[in-house]
């Protein structure tokens, strides 16, 4: 069976894994059917909004700015704020 292998940034890897994992593919698959298929607009434009929503996230966490409080105390904070 043919193989492909190509190099990968850190980052672009974490991407692939998180956008695999997220529609509950491995990064083969993902990969395959991303290449071998052209996304609807819609997906595509669904997958665009996460990677906007989470990569200041990324970006807080990789300087080091992460948040010590559980789920809980997070979600019980934002009720109070309400």
Known sequence: ????????????????????????????????????????DSEQEALEQLDALLAPRVAEAERGEVVTASATEVFEKIRRSK
């Open 1 to 40: 069976m043919p193989r492909l292998s190509i190099e990968l940034t850190a980052e672009q890897h974490k991407r692939l894994k998180t956008i695999a994992a997220l529609r509950g593919q491995s990064i083969k698959d993902y990969v395959l059917q991303q290449s071998l298929n052209s996304l609807p």
